[in-house]
């Protein structure tokens, strides 16, 4: 690295990179070539990597003219620009570059990521973090989990019957007989949600044009998973005070009497 800034050869041409000179700018650097008994008085600044046994390498801020009286025994290489924040000390380190396109500042400053639009190299779009860190949306995630464990918990169910049937062939027909009747005789189990006007009675709103939402974070069903749109019917359940679609919600209350998100039992 310090050899390319003393023979100037860190050029960007090409790439949309620049080296990023903060709020500093640039300075000029001169390169000097001492004899290995020149006294140093600035150690930091001998270059290391360039320097060997028989000469040493150093560099230092080109308007410092006082030095110069000091280096009898050196002779200039090269002088060039370099960012002010550059510290010659952690040179092996790298440095920082900047690019301006595609600029990215706008999502960043709404706590969002930046991504391109697709089909348009250098157009940006701001990206909700939630489907940045995954690379998928909540509707693809459940989609995924829907495709996968339907014939997942098919395959188990079938594996169950098999091995109970093979079971049940080797078994005394009497037995057999008996357990048919313990099974018939057990009580079922009746799950039984709230009525109609009951789920009528919850408080019930529309979505305006710059969704008026009660909690602005909450801007997705948890039953369905998909975002809220304007001219929307939302219901709340007022025992907890969480909402959701109005039609996603009330078939869940005809079914069960508990909030779907916190489960907290309901008053028929």
Known sequence: MPKRFLHRDLSFEDTPFSIYLGFEGT????????????????????????????YKVLVLPTNWSQPRLKLANC??????????????????????????????????????????TKGKSSTIQCLHTD?????????????????????????????????????VQGQN????????????QQPSKVVKGLDASTIESYPKTQLGESWELPKPN?????????EYKSKETLRTIPECNHYFHASCVDEWLRMNATCPLCRNPQEK
């Open 27 to 54: 300075k000029n650097y001169t390169f000097f070539n001492c004899s290995s008994d020149q006294e140093i008085y600035w150690p930091s600044n001998i270059i290391s990597c360039l320097s060997t046994e028989y």
């Open 75 to 116: 002779t200039v290489i090269s002088t060039t620009l370099v960012p002010r924040s550059f510290e010659w000390q952690e040179i092996n380190q790298g440095f920082m570059l900047a690019w301006d396109v595609p600029d990215c500042r706008y999502c960043e400053e709404r706590d969002q990521a930046c991504g391109l």
């Open 131 to 167: 489907k940045v860190s995954s690379g998928l949306s909540k509707a693809a995630k459940f989609g995924i989990m829907v495709g996968v464990g339907i014939p997942g918990l098919l395959f188990f169910v079938w594996l169950v019957l098999h091995f109970c049937n093979r079971t």
């Open 173 to 184: 027909p009497q037995t057999i007989t008996v357990l048919s009747t313990l099974t018939s």
């Open 218 to 226: 909450d801007n997705s069903c948890p039953i369905c998973l998909s």
